[in-house]
T-cell receptor, first 116, second 112 residues
Framework: AQKVTQAQTEISVVEKEDVTLDCVYE???????LFWYKQPPSGELVFLIR??????QNEISGRYSWNFQKSTSSFNFTITASQVVDSAVYFC?????????????FGTGTRLQVTL | GAGVSQSPRYKVTKRGQDVALRCDPI?????LYWYRQALGQGPEFLTY????????KSGLPNDRFSAERPEGSISTLTIQRTEQRDSAMYRC??????????FGEGSRLTVL
């Protein structure tokens, strides 16, 4: 069975601080995808990134960066120079790739509060 | 349409009533998924379709829940004889073959 653990329930930072959101996963599959989604106060789920299990290169997109370490089954997300607009719940997810579809298993989310 | 559209956005119903939630996926997306998100939790998989075929319904909690996608586009999730524990955000998502999931804004169901 697949499992995603986001041990940090809530994090509060002051604007411009860097913050890392942790994600640890469990799977028996050799091929899988990892995702991060953002859920702002408005409630929608916004896709941030997808990474496949064969690509361990770190990725940077603006102030966002992701560190995938297969050896520790972790896929951590760092926001550099956080801003108030980053305040949201962030979900890490793992997908089972079955045929032509991807079923996601989500973590319980980390609520990030960025204050001035 | 431009994104995944769900209706109604909010539904309040009395215990015992049937409810139908609708999802209109992104045009051309093969796969359609239903997830349920309880307050303070991550979304949980319910079922998914490729075209009109229901491929996996292992996440449906019990036989009061059913879903269909008769023409391979719009899907309906039906909950019969609703119970208070069914209260949650019901999210629909669609994707191209195996690609990332794009979620709709969700339908928040409250059962009184």
């Amino acid at each position: 069975a697949q499992k995603v653990t986001q041990a940090q329930t809530e994090i509060s930072v002051v604007e411009k601080e860097d913050v890392t959101l942790d994600c640890v996963y469990e799977t028996r599959d050799t091929t899988y995808y990892l995702f991060w989604y953002k859920q702002p106060p408005s409630g929608e789920l916004v896709f941030l990134i997808r990474r496949n299990s064969f690509d361990e290169q770190n990725e940077i997109s603006g102030r966002y960066s992701w560190n995938f370490q297969k050896s520790t089954s972790s896929f951590n997300f760092t926001i550099t120079a956080s801003q108030v607009v980053d305040s949201a719940v962030y979900f890490c997810a793992l997908s089972e790739v079955t045929g032509t579809a991807s079923k996601l298993t989500f973590g319980t989310g980390t609520r990030l509060q960025v204050t001035l | 349409g431009a994104g995944v559209s769900q209706s109604p956005r909010y539904k309040v119903t009395k215990r015992g009533q049937d409810v139908a939630l609708r999802c209109d996926p992104i045009s051309g997306h093969v796969s359609l998924y239903w997830y349920r998100q309880a307050l303070g939790q991550g979304p949980e998989f319910l079922t998914y379709f490729n075209y009109e075929a229901q491929q996996d319904k292992s996440g449906l909690p019990n036989d009061r829940f059913s879903a269909e996608r008769p023409e391979g586009s719009i899907s309906t999730l039906t909950i019969q004889r609703t119970e208070q524990r069914d209260s949650a955000m019901y999210r629909c998502a669609s994707s191209l073959y195996g690609g990332e999931l794009f979620f709709g804004e969700g339908s928040r169901l409250t059962v009184l």
